[in-house]
């Protein structure tokens, strides 16, 4: 069963905006860290942001002050803004969260950025 879904991907010029969403099916996720990571192609995922159980944010350098990480508990779901996009932030972008040792993901959305 999908127990996280990801949505607002899509292409996007340079210095354009998107809004990513994850929606859980799991009333228990809202109490946890959820995070954004990203994927090019040949190498490592990477953390992009987290927002933690008690709503305090952390990002990776490379988007400080465009990405803002935010979440809606009622909805269960958590929001990426991205502005400013550049075309280096072209990935598959993933959300995720653990609960205790198990791992959960979404499927995936693509960001393209290019003019």
Known sequence: QVQLV???GG???P???????????LTV??????????????????????ISSRDSTNYADSVKGRFT?????????????M??????DTAVYYCHTQVGSRDYWGQGTQVTVSS
């Open 6 to 8: 990801e949505a607002g």
């Open 11 to 13: 292409l996007v010029q």
């Open 15 to 25: 210095g354009g905006s998107l809004r990513l969403s994850c929606a859980a099916s």
């Open 29 to 50: 996720f809202r109490f946890y860290d959820r995070d954004w990571y990203r994927q090019t192609p040949g190498k490592q995922r990477e953390l992009v942001a987290t």
């Open 69 to 81: 990480i935010s979440r809606d508990r009622a909805k269960n779901t958590v929001y990426l803004q």
């Open 83 to 88: 502005n400013s996009l550049k075309p280096d």
